[in-house]
């Protein structure tokens, strides 16, 4: 047999063993979704590389998140303990990498800080995040409390957002402020 015919047969060895491989990690993390411990489920939910599994970790960590919704690698989610479906992400919303997403804002480990009028009143805060459908929010953008990201809006890369986003509107900025207006044809 020549070496042509050799790599042609390992490389088709190699494409089934992978996708053996693949196939039973993923019923693996599936089936043990409910069991997994919390810290574990974010690792999976955050970089895990098949978005389907993704979805599934983050509903369980608290995220609805609607059909043709798709969050690319890196997407992180800050919840209080209370946190089932802090957060809700309508249909067909493009997520870019590294989305931060922030339900509870809080000095967790400071003592003096916590008992500041300023901080107690204006800076800490827990509140739900709605993102409605049809969304482009691009790369490493951070959504803090209480935001309401309006339809077919588009979030501007690297943006802070602290404030709701008005639907077919294009937001970007620290902090997030509309640039233009979307026109609907």
């Known amino acids: 047999m020549d070496e ?15 996708s053996f491989w693949d196939s039973m990690i993923y019923k693996a993390l599936e089936s043990s979704v409910d069991i997994m411990p919390p810290r574990l489920k974010k690792l999976i939910a ?3 590389t098949d978005a389907r599994i993704r979805k599934l970790y983050f509903d369980r960590l608290g995220v609805k998140m609607g059909e043709g919704s798709f969050a690319n690698l890196g997407m992180k989610i800050i919840v209080s303990a209370n946190h089932r479906y802090s957060i809700e992400i309508g249909d ?3 997520i870019g990498p590294n989305l931060t997403l922030v339900t509870e ?26 993102i409605e459908d049809e969304v482009w929010i691009g790369a490493n953008v951070v959504i803090l409390p209480g935001v309401r990201v309006g339809r077919c809006s588009v979030i501007g890369a690297g943006a802070v957002v602290n ?10 900025g620290v902090p997030a402020r509309k640039i233009r207006d979307l026109e609907k044809e």
Do not use: H, Q, R
């Open 105 to 130: 804002a809080a000095a967790g480990n400071g003592k003096e800080i916590n008992t500041l009028p300023y901080v107690k009143e204006k800076l800490t805060k827990e509140a739900k995040i709605y």
């Open 163 to 172: 404030s709701n986003v008005k639907p077919y509107s294009v937001y970007a």
């Open 92 to 94: 067909n919303v493009s």
């Open 4 to 18: 042509k015919k050799l790599n042609n047969i390992a490389s088709s060895m190699d494409k089934g063993f992978w």
């Open 46 to 48: 955050n970089y895990y």
